[in-house]
């Protein structure tokens, strides 16, 4: 009964998520559109190699908490507030040194390119709103996503009807990037309004408590910047390799392909306080039949729309950004493969921390992150936008599932991967969810 309430609370925070993340979704959809046209290859490729850097330092300024952060405040609740403060302070350091390591990169490596080196700096301000964020994990591990959920559906209005109003009025570039920090922080600052509400303990910050998410969140640093490596290294590596418009090219590819992600994250991130429960409870049949039943539904769900994107891309570049990005399609069709491998390393990566294999992780995204970089040093001078597309494909699959055949103390995950592939787990969570 006691797992009945905590598998409907889990459905009913999947709910606030997918909800919030669907709307998300069709504003940034609507708001690339007009800025990819608005802003041009060219433009449009500078603030991807932005996003691109920042995305490459988020794993260091988040020092691997985020992937911790969940686990360790179901496990230890009375002790929530100084984990959450702890997390924040952290983070906030490093947001400031990340932001100072980026600005030294651009000018060395972007040197006599002034536009490209203040829309990097600019854009990389939303590492500091970023810190804060961190707070929205509290909310998942309490399953109350719905207020989180609020306060970025807010946020995420406000930052929409600001783009648009960037375009009436014909704003440079700098806008744009700016407009990114402006994003996180209103969802910041919502958080924290939400938090002084429905929280219960104040923030502190605690050596002790930093040591000891250090111990635990290590392991995820390397991996996740590892990981970065081999998602957004492409994107750089274009711009550095052949110029902007690849970048802006293939980063239209890329978030057509990504465009349905919000699904798969919000069903992994809601139901993973669930699955650490049962971890945490030693119930191992009923953990690896949530395991089984989440891997089905990312597998299926993820086929079906790289099937539907990859018949349609023409159609999608054409109504997404218009004539001038038609050299996007046949990238699409090739990186849209790779969402599934990465949602299936999303999941193997829940598993991994509720089994406490995270000191694996490093093994796995090691391999994948120098697959990608050689792979795209060997393919895009061959094949332009396109050998990037191959090379982030090819390196996912081994990544998330060959290497789990070779790190043999986390091969069992495969098992439930494979037994995912049954459509009978589906079919049993839809008669469990009409029941109740």
Known sequence: ??????????????????????????????????????????????????????????????????????H???????????????SIVLNLISAFL???????????????????????VIYSVLLVFQAVEMLQYWFQAKLMSKYSSMAML?????????????????????????????????I?????????????????????????????????????????VFSQTDRI?????????????????????????FIFAAIIDSMRPVIFQVAKDEDKTLFHKRMTELYSV?????????VVITLLSPIIIKIMYGEEFAASVNALRIVVWFTTFSYLGSVRNVWMLAENKQKYLWIINLSGALGNVILNLILIPIMGVNGAAVASLCTQIFANVIIGYIVRPISFNNKLMVRGLNPKHIVDMVKNIRKK
């Open 98 to 120: 990340c932001i100072l390591g980026i600005g030294a990169f651009v000018c060395i490596a972007n040197r006599g390119e002034e536009e490209t080196i203040i829309v990097c």
């Open 154 to 186: 807010f946020a995420y209005i406000i930052v929409a009807a600001s783009q648009i109003l960037m375009i009436v009025f014909k704003v440079n570039i700098y806008w744009f990037a700016l407009s990114y920090s402006i994003d996180y922080l209103f």
């Open 188 to 228: 910041s600052l919502i958080l924290l309004i939400a938090y002084a509400k429905k929280g219960t303990q104040k923030f502190k910050f605690s050596f002790k408590r930093a040591k000891e998410l250090f111990s635990i969140s290590k392991y995820y640093i390397v991996s996740s910047l590892l990981v970065t």
């Open 1 to 70: 009964m006691k797992m009945t309430g905590k598998f409907d609370k889990s459905f009913s925070n999947a709910c606030w998520i997918i909800g919030c993340k669907l709307i998300k979704a069709v504003l940034t959809l609507v708001t690339t559109m007009i800025t990819a046209r608005y802003l041009g290859v060219s433009d449009f490729g500078v603030i991807n190699y932005a996003a691109g850097l920042v995305a490459f330092v988020v794993p260091i300024m988040k020092l691997g908490i985020d992937s911790v952060l969940v």
């Open 72 to 86: 360790q405040i179901v496990e230890k609740p009375d002790a929530e507030g100084e984990i959450v403060g702890t």
């Open 298 to 306: 990312i597998i299926y769900f993820s086929l079906i729309q790289c």
């Open 237 to 261: 590596m274009l711009k550095l390799m052949i110029d902007s418009e690849a970048t802006g090219i293939y980063s239209a590819a890329a978030t057509c392909a990504g465009m349905t992600s």
